[in-house]
């Protein structure tokens, strides 16, 4: 379980069915805003294209630099869609990659026209890979 992600849930939570100091508004869309613009680019380094769109909508609607001003019943209906959008980022497991490793192992990855980072397939004359920036080491 992805625990990152509970605090913006709760605070949209705790925003949908409350009424609160104004200030406690903006530390929601600071919070909401920067988890989810984390979690787009985690969906798009993963690839999962079909949640990024509705994750960046959130980033944007939830923005603190410019806010949008709605009544507290459109607030509401965000709110609990925005908790609704996040949630499933509670379920996806956090996998961090292994250390890049430079030495005899990577070497036939590269002469196979493989990333060693993250396998992604190689162009015959490229030195970094175009996924992921990892330089590629050939002999």
């Known amino acids: 379980m992805n625990l990152l992600f509970v605090p913006a849930i709760g605070l949209l939570i705790l925003a949908a069915f409350g ?3 104004y200030n406690f508004y903006i530390l929601t869309r600071i919070v909401v805003c920067l988890t989810s613009a984390w979690f787009a680019f985690q969906l798009h380094s993963k ?3 079909l949640w990024e769109a509705p994750v960046i909508a959130v ?4 923005n603190p630099v410019a806010p949008f001003h709605l009544d507290k019943e459109t607030w509401r209906t965000l709110n609990i869609l925005g908790a609704i959008v996040l949630s499933p980022a509670l379920f996806i497991p956090v996998t961090r990659k292994p250390a890049i490793q430079l030495g005899e192992a990577a070497l036939p990855q590269c002469a196979q026209n493989f990333c060693t980072h993250c396998g992604a397939r190689l162009g015959a004359s490229d030195c970094f890979c175009r996924h992921c920036g990892v330089a590629i080491v050939r002999q």
Do not use: D, N, Y
């Open 19 to 21: 009424s609160w100091p």
């Open 47 to 49: 690839r999962r294209f």
């Open 59 to 62: 980033a944007l609607i939830f």
